[in-house]
């Protein structure tokens, strides 16, 4: 079965940190670009970061900038989103996606993803 499966949402005060996880099965995650996206209640969701397959490459939306750091570990068929200096404004349900990504500087694009996880939620709150 195909999935991808996210992990490390909670509750943080702001200026905390948390880890995401996002690991693949039934697929191998070496092969795809891997994005980040999140959507906060009665917000569109966007692109937070995304790193590509070929080259490792990072992009970043600029709202997260020097705070977020994607990572990918293909032995372990999984992705990483450490977020530093949370702000209550990162209040969202965070997504991995695998697929096809960029970014133009400001923003993360979607190229088209093939295969969504379900989010986990991720409360910065004091």
């Known amino acids: 079965q195909v999935q991808l499966v996210e992990s490390g949402g909670g509750l943080v005060q702001p200026g905390g940190s948390l880890r995401l996880s996002c690991v693949a099965s039934?697929?191998?995650?070496?092969?795809?670009?891997i994005g980040w996206f999140r959507q906060a209640p009665g917000k569109e969701r966007e692109g937070v970061s995304c790193?590509?397959?070929?080259?490792?490459?990072?992009v970043y939306a600029d709202s997260v900038k020097g705070r977020f750091t994607i990572s990918r570990d293909n032995a372990k068929n999984t992705a990483y989103l450490q977020m530093n200096s949370l702000k209550p404004e990162d209040t969202a349900v965070y997504s991995c996606?695998?697929?096809?990504?960029?970014?133009?500087?400001?923003?993360?694009?979607?190229?088209?993803?093939?295969?969504w996880g379900k989010g986990t939620l991720v409360t910065v709150s004091s």
């Open positions: 996606a695998a697929g096809g990504c960029g970014g133009n500087g400001k923003e993360v694009i979607n190229y088209g993803m093939d295969y």
């Open positions: 039934g697929f191998t995650l070496d092969h795809y670009a």
């Open positions: 790193i590509r397959s070929s080259d490792g490459r990072t």
